[in-house]
């Protein structure tokens, strides 16, 4: 009981001796979370709109004529040859009549007087959704296209492709500045801490002569470094928070940003986010601590 | 204070202690030494002759390049960190350069010994009114120290000391600032203390404080030992002091 009274008037001392600093770390933490956050969500948004358009993500390669088991292997064969894929199907005439039929559904009476066969078969190429199968698929449309019997190669829009390098560097900028998060808060905080430690040096001297308990002096600023954590990645998120619904205020309604759905963060995202901030700044502070006081 | 009770009647016992500062200051050498609880021993001798240095071993902000060293029946040479932390809370040091806190006021600086003892706040205040009453300087209270003479700032690091309820105390030079009233001041708690029975280890080269007493004088000479006051006969209380007529109630915390 005891202990921690004394180890929170301690902190509030500290706080209140370096408030300068203090603020200082403050706003670095708070400013490294948001930017972090910022490209963290714009990312999250951005891969949640490209699942819906992962169907998209398909050649489609039309025959002139059904192909016989033999020549199946074969292409197969030949478009593995190109780049490993996730899955090849071969659509006969008739499975691509019964697929057409069905997306008709009700209509599907005005398809009665049709041969079965009037739509060419076709294989279905299923890249790996990684992103760096993206990057060449028009190479690999354009490879489809000179093996024997192809009438023609379809595959998602470009602006997919387009969409798909984006996020690709959205992934990078969202490392970069993660990075950016882990080593500007540790280090801020690790050097506000060295900064106390060297203006308060005489004090934790004496502290130290008259028995004070290593906890005692130690504790004081691996709660600081927590509190400044804590604090900074909540100030941080809270302006992301403001920033997201004004741009959603602003641009939502006209642009093709209204095309899609935005939305922030879940709850445990940003609890995660805070809490990892917290651990990192009393870590950056525990160890600076141990560096300096040799405990 | 003393609530260890099987525990050696020693408070203090060096055994060929010697200490040399690099690169080859010999500041003490081959120093013996053995003070039973409850005495008051003075250490003399001139600047230089090693009376800070041997008080600093006793609480181990140095090491001793030689010998061995208990205090309180810890050997100093192995004790561990968490063991000379709490042996450090019962030791009470009057520096000799005070070590106060210059921004911090008197009281805080007083407090600074009872909170790493986690005192309850209450008993903190009554303990540091008291001392203050004691040592003249009650108006001080709120004062930061850098605003103190040197006498004021010597006796708030007294104060400090001896706040925690020392079972040793160690004061070095602790008259060198005050007036001789004022030292009368200091020497009359220094008593009360040690008849509470708290041990006193007294550096000083100030002959008026230790002349005529019937505790034990050590000389120190260039880190030697080279003059022993007689052994005290027994560790009884000192004779009465008329200064202790109207302290009854500094122990009591209330
Ligand atoms: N930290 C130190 N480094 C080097 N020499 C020191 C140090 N402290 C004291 N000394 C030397 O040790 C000797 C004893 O000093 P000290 O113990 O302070 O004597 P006293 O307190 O009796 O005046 C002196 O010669 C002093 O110069
Ligand atoms: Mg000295």
Redesign the pocket.
Known sequence: MNFFLAVIKQTLRNLVQTWKSQLLTLMTIALSVLIFAFFYLLYTNALHTARQLDDDLRLIVYLDEEPSPAMQEEYRNKIQKFDRVERIDFISRHDAFNRFAEQLDEDREILADMPKDFLPPSIEVYPFRSLVTLTKIKRFSDYLLTLPGVLKVQYGREWVERFYSFIKLLRIVVILSGTLLILTTTFMVANTIRLTLLGRKDELELLRLVGASTNYIRVPFFLEGALQGMTGSACGMIALFLLFNWIKLRFAVSSILAMFEFTFFPLPVIAIIILVSTLLCAIGSFSSTRKFLQL | MSEHQEEPKLMIDLVKVSKT??PD?Q?LSDVSLSVRKGEIVFLT??????????L?LLTRMEKPTKGVIEVSGHDLNLISTVKLQILRRSIGFAF?DFKLLPERTVAENIAIAMEVSYTRPSVMQTRIRKLLQRLGLVEKHNTPTSGLSRGEQQRVAIARALANNPELILA?EPTGNLDSETTEMVMALFRQYNQQGATLVI?THDTSIYQGTSHRVIE?RE?RIVARGDEEPEAEAPAPDPALAFADDLFSDE
Do not use: E, V
Request: no cysteine; charged share 20%; net charge positive.
């Open positions: 500062y690099l200051i500041a001798g001139k600047s230089g002759a090693g009376k800070s240095t041997l600093r000799q070095d550096a120190l880190g």
